[in-house]
């Protein structure tokens, strides 16, 4: 009879205790919410003063150029062919150094195409450009 009393005293625990490792838990996550922002900081920079401020966008200043997945241009809704298009965009642009061309290009186009009116673009000093993107649902 002795025997079975000493087993009641070394009862072993089936469960475990989730109290210490919820604490660890949560130090941890303190921890790396308060590291994060500091490991993701940019570099500080101090830019230098001068150049000239942006002049604001006026919509006579914008051009839009489009590019269909067939690959047809289009230059502000009337189609043209590629060269004569940039060629106009480069006259536009010597008598409006503001000009701004706008790049709305098919998702299926080619990416080539799109970087053929950069190019041309570039090619004469045009270095306002934008893609246009149709903006997600919300």
Avoid: W
């Amino acid at each position: 009879m002795r025997r079975f009393s000493q087993r009641s005293h070394l009862v072993t625990l089936s469960d475990i205790n989730i109290t210490p490792l919820l604490d660890l838990a949560f130090v941890l996550l303190i921890i790396f919410v308060i590291t994060t922002p500091l490991l993701e900081q940019s570099i500080d920079l101090k830019l230098p003063r001068g150049g000239r401020p942006e002049t604001p966008l006026i919509k006579s200043d914008i051009r839009t150029v489009e590019v269909s997945g067939t690959g047809y241009y289009a230059l502000d809704k009337r189609r043209m062919q590629l060269a004569p298009m940039i060629v106009q965009l480069a006259n536009e642009f010597r008598a409006n150094k503001n000009l701004v061309v706008y790049i709305r290009a098919d998702k299926d186009c080619r990416y080539d195409l799109v970087a053929q009116v950069i190019d041309g673009c570039q090619k004469y000093g045009i270095t306002r450009y934008s893609l246009r993107t149709d903006p997600s649902p919300k």
